[in-house]
C-alpha cells in the first residue's frame, strides 16, 4: 500500500508529495522547496519515517514546482525524473523565475526521463505515467492505478484547470488531456493538484466549469 505525506512549499504554495510503502522506499514528488527550513521539514520527515527515496519525479519543469530539486538530490543521492518534453522549461527555470523575484538553484538537466504509459517502481509499489500535455508540453499524471489517486501537477484542481498563458502552455491541448485522456481514462480516482486541496476526476467532469 502507497502512503503519501503532503507538504506545501514555497512562496506559491506547491504541493510537494511523498509516496512510500511498507518498504520504506519512496519518491518525492515536486520537492518544491524554497528555503533551508523547507528542506528541513522534508528531510526530517523522510528521516522520521526511516524511508529510502529511489527517485524525483516532476510532473513538470515550472520553477516554483523544481526548487529544491538540487538539495533533494545531492542529499539522497536519486535523479530527477521528467518528461522530456520539458527540459527546455527546466533550461530556463531561473530566468521565469527572475520575472517573479524570486531565486531558485539552477538544474543543468534531468538525470533520466519518462514518457507515456511507462511504469515507475519503488519498493513493491507501482505508478503510472500519464502524459497530460497543455499546462506545459511535458506535464504529466503520475497515476496509481491500483489505489486510485493520481497526482497532475497543475493539469487540473479543484474547480480550475492550469494556466496556459506560460511559456509553451496551450488551452485547447489541455483541455483535451483533461477529457480524453486522465478523465476518459480514470473516471473516478482522487486527484492531487499541484496547488490546493484534493479532488476528483468525477467530481471534476461535473462541476468545473472550464470542462463544461
Given amino acids: 500500500?502507497?502512503?503519501?505525506?503532503?507538504?506545501?512549499?514555497?512562496?506559491?504554495?506547491?504541493?510537494?508529495?511523498?509516496?512510500?510503502?511498507?518498504?520504506?522506499?519512496?519518491?518525492?514528488?515536486?520537492?518544491?522547496?524554497?528555503?533551508?527550513?523547507?528542506?528541513?521539514?522534508?528531510?526530517?520527515?523522510?528521516?522520521?519515517?526511516?524511508l529510502k527515496p529511489t527517485k524525483i519525479l516532476l510532473?513538470?519543469?515550472?520553477?516554483?514546482?523544481?526548487?529544491?530539486?538540487?538539495?533533494?538530490?545531492?542529499?539522497?543521492?536519486?535523479?530527477?525524473v521528467v518528461h522530456k518534453q520539458d527540459e527546455p522549461l527546466i533550461q530556463n527555470a531561473v530566468a521565469h523565475a527572475d520575472m517573479f523575484g524570486l531565486p531558485i538553484e539552477p538544474i543543468e538537466q534531468?538525470?533520466?526521463?519518462?514518457?507515456?504509459?511507462?511504469?515507475v517502481t519503488f519498493g513493491d509499489s507501482k505508478l503510472k505515467v500519464l502524459h497530460l500535455p497543455g499546462h506545459s508540453p511535458g506535464g504529466v499524471g503520475i497515476i496509481c492505478e491500483e489505489q486510485k489517486f493520481g497526482m497532475v501537477g497543475d493539469v487540473l484542481f479543484h474547480g480550475s484547470i492550469g494556466?496556459?498563458?506560460?511559456?509553451?502552455g496551450d488551452h485547447a491541448t489541455l483541455i483535451s488531456s483533461i477529457k480524453d485522456k486522465l478523465i476518459a481514462n480514470y473516471p473516478d480516482i482522487k486527484i492531487f493538484s499541484g496547488h490546493g486541496p484534493e479532488t476528483s476526476t468525477a467530481f471534476e467532469a461535473d462541476n468545473n466549469p472550464f470542462l463544461q
Avoid: W
Fill in 59 to 80: 510532473t513538470h519543469g515550472h520553477f516554483d514546482h523544481i526548487m529544491g530539486c538540487e538539495y533533494v538530490k545531492a542529499k539522497f543521492k536519486i535523479p530527477v
Fill in 1 to 50: 500500500m502507497i502512503y503519501i505525506k503532503k507538504f506545501a512549499f514555497n512562496p506559491l504554495q506547491v504541493n510537494c508529495f511523498v509516496l512510500y510503502d511498507e518498504t520504506k522506499e519512496a519518491v518525492i514528488i515536486d520537492p518544491a522547496c524554497f528555503n533551508a527550513n523547507e528542506r528541513e521539514q522534508l528531510e526530517q520527515f523522510v528521516e522520521s519515517e526511516g
Fill in 163 to 168: 494556466r496556459t498563458d506560460l511559456p509553451m
Fill in 110 to 119: 534531468a538525470d533520466e526521463y519518462m514518457d507515456d504509459n511507462e511504469t
